[in-house]
């Protein structure tokens, strides 16, 4: 067996990288100076790309308004359908799913750090207005309203809390 010694260095090499991970998961006040002996890399981090984790769910809801006058109910926007077991391997709805993440706490940092004044002309709005009057409406609906809701999942019992309502808009083909 020529390779049994190549064998027990690669599942001690596997094994280490396996403990490294597990380690570095563990919250300790050490793990930024077991961060910098990484060198490459190469030990994955649960958080990815994020130095925060999300806390808070990101609701989006639309109503219309009719050409009589009267409000549809508000409808909560579902981005992407319901995940499949193969979702672990191929999820071609996930960048749809990060895009509405993006935009909604980008519009939601605005709203509390810049204040509700500036979120209407912010590109994050203007995308979430496009996204919305794109889709598909009742007949007779000439302007659409959408709202941000945000929820905590740690916290069901309760309910979620507007972040922002925007103003109503004319639909395309709809003068004001």
Sequence with gaps: MPFAGYDMLIAAILATWF????????PLADNLAL???????IVPDWRFFAPTPAKLDYHLLYRDRLADGTA????????TPARRWYCCLWNPFRRDRKALF????????????????YVPGSVAYLALLSYISALP???GSIMTQFCLMASDPSEVSKPPEPVIVS??????????
């Design 19 to 26: 403990a490294c991970t597990i380690r570095f998961h563990v």
């Design 35 to 41: 961060r910098r002996r990484d060198l490459f890399g």
């Design 72 to 79: 549809t109910d508000w409808t909560e926007v579902s981005v």
């Design 102 to 117: 993006d935009l909604t706490t980008e519009i939601a940092r605005i709203a509390v750090y810049d204040g509700a004044q």
């Design 137 to 139: 409406r009742l007949p």
């Design 167 to 176: 103003d109503t808009h004319w639909l395309e083909g709809y003068d004001a």
